[in-house]
């Protein structure tokens, strides 16, 4: 569990850079240039406008948040009790998934719906 706790907080630590970072190119290029300006560069080919990636740089900051909340989640479910539990059938996650994906909630196959989702 000390392991898991470990990586949920190095994940945590990134996606928290990266939303910050995010956040702060977005407002960067709003004080950098007037609403409605257009880029005309080599490799913005046509001009992309200015307003377009500053909403792309707040959505992923928005993303990155979204995963933040996640990891939180798992970081309760960890002094609960409860992590590695499987929020929808209540059978336990197996170690390679929360390996591969620490914060997650459901097991495999809950959260592909289950073989009668298939069909």
Known sequence: MARQ???????????????????????????????????FDEEGGEGGTVSVDREIDLHLSAQARAAIEEIDAALA?????TYGVCENCGEPIPVARLEALPHARLCVSCKSGGLTARR
């Open 77 to 81: 479910k960890i002094a609960d009790g």
């Open 5 to 39: 706790r470990e990586l949920l907080l190095a994940e945590r630590n990134n996606y928290m850079r990266q939303a910050e970072e995010l956040k702060a190119q977005a407002e960067a290029l709003a004080l950098e240039h007037e609403p409605g300006d257009v880029q």
